[in-house]
């Protein structure tokens, strides 16, 4: 079923057996069995919280993690090493053997 340029709303894709949502026209996501999938742009919680419960929260491509992760963690993927300040933000960062922080004024260093 073809979706005009100002759909908003949702539709069922039996293809896919899965609900998509769409905004003017561009799919944005879907729900299936396996939960809710953001398709396009970023996934902005504007008040509350997100919760990941008994899970992990990865941060990289799916297919550059190990078949057999933790549980209740927070997964890195190695990733471009940060350099100069992060203005009003700190990050966290892996590579290969090292998590480092880097803080507002562009300190970089080793967490543990």
């Known amino acids: 079923m073809a979706v005009s340029s100002i759909h908003s709303g949702w539709r069922y894709d039996s293809a896919n057996s899965r609900l998509d949502f769409y905004y003017r026209g561009t799919r944005v996501g879907n729900i299936n069995a396996s939960g ?19 899970q992990n ?24 090493q940060a350099a100069g300040a992060i203005v009003t933000s700190s990050a966290l960062m892996a590579n290969d053997t090292v998590l480092r922080k880097i803080i507002a004024d562009g300190t970089v260093s080793s967490v543990g």
């Open 57 to 80: 929260l990865y941060m990289g491509a799916e297919t550059a993690f190990a078949s057999t992760e933790p549980t209740s963690a927070i997964v890195f993927k190695t990733g471009t």
């Open 36 to 54: 809710l999938t953001a398709a396009t742009g970023d996934l902005t919680v504007t008040t509350g919280d997100a919760h990941v419960v008994a």
